[in-house]
T-cell receptor
């Protein structure tokens, strides 16, 4: 059973471009979470999705950021018109059920660098 | 302090010694989890301890939880060079949703 997969592992974008980060949850997991980690800091929650639904996006910046988890295919975190401050590691996690009783399994992350 | 704040920020010990890291939090929690992150890598789940539990063991790891003091500790016994990593505590809030709130981490270095 493959773990959570994220691609690309490293992404370089110029200011103003779009960044698309992909996350494939573990097989059988229908709950996906996105977190962002700035250098030397802990992870900060961004958004929680179930298939085709955004459950909690309280950690998402109001502008330029969006996320989806379609019925088929990976979850996508999309950042439009990237700025230098978006440079960070973006981690995706998945779990089989809702609720904090269950462990969240993390992917290896996508490191975004905005030049 | 932040929810899920670790102490110390950095710790260096000799191989074979025990390492203790602490985590404090502010709000009522459903559970508390510890994760390890090797440099430039993803997070590895270590232990989950529920709010009604006081102590939990897993191999060389021992986690305690004191809800009255809103604190937790992670003890790694007989440390090895491979334990060198950053360690984060993450809390799931009692009346929150499924998101985890992470602290800033303790960077542990094991000196061979």
């Amino acid at each position: 059973n493959a773990g959570v997969m994220q691609n690309p592992r490293h992404l370089v974008r110029r200011r103003g471009q779009e960044a698309r980060l992909r996350c494939s949850p573990m097989k059988g997991h229908s709950h996906v979470y996105w977190y962002r980690q700035l250098p030397e800091e802990g992870l900060k929650f961004m958004v929680y999705l179930q298939k085709e639904n955004i459950i909690d996006e309280s950690g998402m910046p109001k502008e330029r950021f969006s996320a989806e988890f379609p019925k088929e295919g990976p979850s996508i975190l999309r950042i439009q018109q990237v700025v230098r401050g978006d440079s960070a590691a973006y981690f995706c996690a998945s779990s089989p059920y809702a609720g904090l009783a269950y462990e969240q399994y993390f992917g290896p992350g996508t490191r975004l660098t905005v030049t | 302090s932040q929810q899920g704040e670790e102490d110390p920020q950095a710790l260096s010990i000799q191989e074979g010694e025990n390492a203790t890291m602490n985590c404090s939090y502010k709000t009522s929690i459903n559970n508390l989890q510890w994760y390890r992150q090797n440099s430039g890598r993803g997070l590895v789940h270590l232990i989950l301890i529920r709010s009604n539990e006081r102590e939990k063991h897993s191999g060389r790891l021992r986690v305690t939880l004191d809800t009255s003091k809103k604190s937790s500790s992670l003890l790694i016994t007989a440390s090895r060079a491979a334990d060198t990593a950053s360690y984060f505590c993450a809390t799931g809030q009692m009346f929150g949703n499924e998101k985890l709130t992470f602290g800033t981490g303790t960077r542990l270095t094991i000196i061979p």
